[in-house]
């Protein structure tokens, strides 16, 4: 157990902080997670995840776990902080398409010239999120919080009801070496182990389609249980979510269209660990 403790750096970002804290004052009240997340109630995992800083906590949950081990407003205080790193972290809109993607019975994902976040690995995104091109702004270090958010969104791919998962990945995204050999080495054994989920498709859109490829821009569409149609695309700096079912439909035949030109996911797999083999060995 201090071993696990170790992990956790308070000042690495303000989810930690925030982490570090419940931490402290259940251990101080002598409940365990499963304890504490039978009063809120949530499941354990939520628990362990806000903990370990790899979860951002929301307002009603920091409120109520003030009132169970008698903090005083303490959990509350901080969230202030917390929000505004997240919204420093992310483009205006994004974390309300969170939200719903956490929602979505099904989803459908293209990303132009990197691998979708839903399929990346640790290793890979610190080396995007810590690259030069993310650093020419002005703005503070927002890196821990971006990594929680986005391997916590991961979770719907996994979950005891999981969302069921389509993506088309633009085959440039296997050559560019993100992080170098190891890292890619592990991300592409990664994308072949996600694709063995039995909720999970995944194809490639070869380059060899040239100027008949669909869409040159990221995309993402969520089905919610409704069965209404969500779009997400982002700019540099703003990401718009799209409720319009006109609009989304359109975006939809044409995530069909690029679906049918993309590679089955057998050819798909073969293409990944031929990358692989020939690129990061």
């Avoid at 990197?114 to 002005?138: E, F, H, I, M, W």
């Amino acid at each position: 157990m201090a071993g696990r403790k170790n992990e956790l750096d308070p000042s690495d970002s303000p989810g930690s902080l925030f982490g570090g804290m419940l931490r402290m004052y259940r251990e101080l009240r002598g409940l365990s997670q499963p304890q504490l997340a039978a009063q809120i109630p949530c499941d354990d995992s939520l628990i362990s995840r806000v903990e370990s800083g790899t979860r951002a906590p929301k307002d009603d949950f920091a409120q109520r776990c003030d009132e169970i081990l008698r903090t005083d407003g303490a959990l509350a205080y901080l969230m202030p902080f917390v929000k505004k790193r997240l919204a420093q972290a992310f483009r205006e809109g994004f974390l309300e398409y969170v939200e719903e993607e956490a929602k979505a019975i099904e989803l459908r994902n293209f990303e132009a010239m990197c691998l979708p976040g839903l399929l990346q690995t640790p290793a890979y995104v610190r080396a995007l999120l810590g690259s030069g091109a993310n650093k020419l702004d002005d703005a503070p270090d927002t890196t821990e919080e971006a990594i929680a958010v986005r391997l916590e969104r991961q979770q719907i791919l996994t979950s005891e009801t999981p969302t069921f998962a389509f993506f088309v990945l633009d085959e440039s995204s296997l050559l560019r070496p993100v992080g170098g050999r190891e890292v890619m080495r592990g991300q592409l054994d990664h994308l072949l182990a996600v694709a063995e989920l039995p909720n999970v498709a995944l194809q490639v859109a070869p380059m060899s389609m040239g100027e008949n490829l669909q869409l040159w821009q990221s995309l993402h569409l969520l089905v919610l249980p409704d069965h209404s149609l969500i779009g997400y695309s982002e700019s540099v700096h703003q990401g718009t979510l799209v409720r319009d079912q006109t609009k989304s439909g359109r975006w939809g035949r044409r995530y069909a269209l690029l679906q049918i030109a993309a590679l089955p996911q057998a050819a798909s797999m073969d293409l990944i660990r031929k990358a692989r083999q020939d690129l990061y060995s």
